[in-house]
């Protein structure tokens, strides 16, 4: 006998429940991070000092107030016209008065470079088409004649003889000590020749004052007594026309000076 085959009989399906919509998620807002609010620093308040104020003060202008003075005009007078102004003249150079010659003929002078002469005469002679009055000096002891202008004799030392007080200075330098420098004997000379050509009757008598030699002393050399011999003539005819006696008198009273002091 034939088997049937079994049918299975499915369950009846159980109803499906039904499934709850699920609603979409809404998109959250993206919270956007604030920035934290940036903290000024406070500066400090500077407060303005006030400047001072400078107020400018202009200097007003017085101008002394100029009256206008108006002509009456009387009865019976004629108005005169302004005076023009006429603008002043440049005044005119006054002329220098000319200097008189302090020296005059026969007068004794001393020359820096040759010592005492006597004025000869004043004449006035023609130089490169310009007048010049010259003076006319002769040096006898050295037989010579000097012309020398009238305007130039002060600047180029040419003086009077020394006076008597001038003199007895002179002398008593000669019985001072002699102040011999420690220098090269050319420098040393230089110095002597310059004293002698000044014409200072001082400076002549430091001169022969130094280079005198007494007997117990060192003789002096050639140039020494040169320079000795020079400064002693000077200072003699000097002496001599001051106290108006001869040459070798004069001499003898300065040697006799000298032999004191030594």
């Known amino acids: 006998m034939t088997k049937k085959p079994m049918t299975k009989i499915a369950a009846p399906a159980k109803a499906a429940k039904p499934v709850a919509k ?6 959250v807002a993206k919270t956007e991070a604030k920035a934290a609010p940036k903290v000024e620093a406070k500066k400090p308040e500077l407060k303005a000092v006030p400047k001072p104020e400078i107020k ?5 202008e017085t101008k002394p107030a100029v009256a206008k003075v108006e002509p009456k005009l009387v009865a019976g007078t004629a108005t005169k016209p302004a005076a ?13 008065p000319i ?3 302090e020296f005059r003929t026969n007068d004794w002078v001393v020359y820096p470079a040759h010592g005492v002469g006597r004025i000869v005469s004043v004449v006035e002679q023609e130089v490169a ?5 010259l003076f006319v000096i002769s040096f006898d002891k050295d037989k010579m004649t000097l012309r020398v202008p009238v305007a130039k004799a ?5 003086r009077r003889l020394s006076s008597p007080d001038v003199v007895a200075t002179a002398l008593q330098t000669l019985k001072g000590r002699a102040r011999i420098k420690r220098t090269m004997w050319s420098r040393r000379a230089q110095e002597y020749e310059a004293k002698i050509n000044s014409g200072d009757l001082i400076s002549i008598a430091e001169v022969v004052r130094d280079l005198h030699r007494a007997s117990g002393q060192p003789e002096q050399s050639y140039s020494e007594r040169q320079l000795y011999e020079a400064a002693l ?5 000097e002496v001599a026309a001051v106290e108006r006696i001869d040459e070798d008198a004069a001499v003898k009273r300065l040697e006799t000076a000298l032999q004191r002091a030594a």
């Open 56 to 60: 400018m003060v202009h200097k007003a």
């Open 233 to 237: 003539g000077r200072m003699a005819r």
């Open 22 to 27: 699920v609603q979409p998620l809404k998109p």
């Open 84 to 96: 023009a102004i006429v603008p002043p003249m440049a005044a005119k150079p006054v002329a220098k």
């Open 154 to 158: 002060s600047s180029i030392g040419m």
């Open 99 to 101: 200097k008189k010659p």
């Open 129 to 133: 088409g310009i007048k010049l009055e």
